[in-house]
């Protein structure tokens, strides 16, 4: 069972925001688009406006349901600050990624709120400590928010190996998913119109998605997606038992939206005075 409790308002908030997210991913195939164009590069500002109200309405709505406290922000920060730190250390060398697999397990101890928050937090702040951004950033804090928040959202009762074996697989389709999102948001526009894996403005929804699932498997698929999905799996299975117990250890020590109460200090008998005879 996650820590932090999803508030019906934070639900809302939720499937609206990945609602819009998807429509930012796959517009081309039901609005004819100028395959011709660049990367989407005008769109990205378009796709921040979006993002970053929702990531603002989802933290207050978090905070006034009790899902999110003073601490778990701090624990928020924490993290995505870990996770911006891991990045460097795998992105662009043959798909192997360090930053997933945390995502994923915070995203198991925290909830799909703090999942969905921390995938978007993570990728933004890995881009500013790497110099990474650019018009594919804000659909890679979409993607991630994603992991984040399908992690939260994996069955609450398993345990033990079956915990670990359920996260791994969430992984490595995860890591797939990931991969064939960010070939979405540029894939109408990035290699013409005169090509047997072209984008076809206005072509049948089928006819674009067999041309779409095509490209993906000739270029990540078999090569990015799987070092991805192998690097989330290895680290899940090694690290996974003892960070879950680290997370889950700092949790209840924090007591995660526990109610704040005062009590009455105990009174205190004058300065200077003696008790006099009985």
Known sequence: ???????????VVLVLASAAALATFTWPFFVPADPEGTARTGEAPLVFLVVLPVLVALVLAELSSGGIDSKALAMLGVLAAVNAALRPLGAGTAGIETVFFLLVLAGRVFGPGFGFLLGSTSLFASALLTAGVGPWLPFQMLA???IGLGAGLLPARLRGRAEIAALAGYGVLAAYGYGLLMNLWFWPFSIGADTQ????AGAPLLENLHRFAVFTAVTSTFGWDTGRA?????????????????LRRAARRAAFGAPVTF??????PATG??????
């Open 144 to 146: 991630a928010s994603w």
């Open 273 to 278: 005075t003696t008790p006099g005879p009985p």
């Open 230 to 246: 192998i690097t989330t799996a290895v680290a899940i299975v090694l690290a996974g038992p003892a960070v879950l117990a680290a």
């Open 263 to 268: 009590a009455a200090p105990d009174p205190q």
């Open 197 to 200: 894996l072209s984008y076809v």
């Open 1 to 11: 069972m996650s820590v932090l409790r999803v508030a019906p308002r934070t639900a």
